[in-house]
């Protein structure tokens, strides 16, 4: 290895060393930088109680390294105001009943057969054809309660809702 950075080096760290060490050496020694002193009772003492100062020794003095209070503190000769409290009442809602309704009618009027007897209609409903009297059930959910000249009386069974279906005029 090369002389000169030897010796670069090694002068390096003594100069550094001489910088951190030599400031402890400067600085003269302050008994006011002591924090805090513990005194343990003597043997005879309760505890709990403080041992009596002695005179031979000097006491320690603590020095009190926190700021002066809060610094950004509002400062004022009114009393603080009362902060209104809010009280959450729940609120109860009543759910919104619905009240029950047939489906749409799924019945088309196709036509009509007047029998002296009796009175049939024909109605679709997708590419099924029902031929219907009056009392009839239709998939045990529409029955038939009367036919006119005019319209359709039909009852939804599950909810005994009444619906009409026009089935042609008067003339």
């Known amino acids: 290895m090369n002389t000169k950075r030897v010796a670069g080096w090694l002068g390096f760290f003594v100069v550094a060393a001489a910088l951190a060490w030599l400031p402890e050496y400067l600085m003269p020694t302050d008994n006011s930088d002591v924090v805090a002193v513990v005194a343990r009772p003597a043997k ?5 109680t403080l041992p009596a100062a002695s005179t031979s020794k000097k006491t320690a003095v603590v020095k009190d390294l926190s700021p002066a209070g809060d610094l950004f ?54 590419e099924k054809i029902y ?31 009444s619906q009409t279906l026009s089935v042609g005029s008067a003339q």
């Open 73 to 126: 503190a509002a400062r004022s000769w009114k009393a603080a105001p009362k902060i209104a409290t809010v009280i959450e009442q729940p609120i109860s809602v009543a759910p919104v009943v619905q009240v029950p309704t047939a489906p749409p009618m799924p019945f088309q009027f196709v036509g009509r057969m007047d029998d002296r007897s009796d009175l049939q209609v024909f109605l679709q409903n997708g």
């Open 44 to 48: 005879g003492t309760n505890v709990g």
């Open 131 to 161: 031929v219907v009297r009056k009392g009839d059930v239709i998939d045990e959910t529409w029955r038939i309660e009367g036919i006119s000249d005019v319209e359709l009386s039909l009852v939804y069974l599950p909810l005994h809702l």
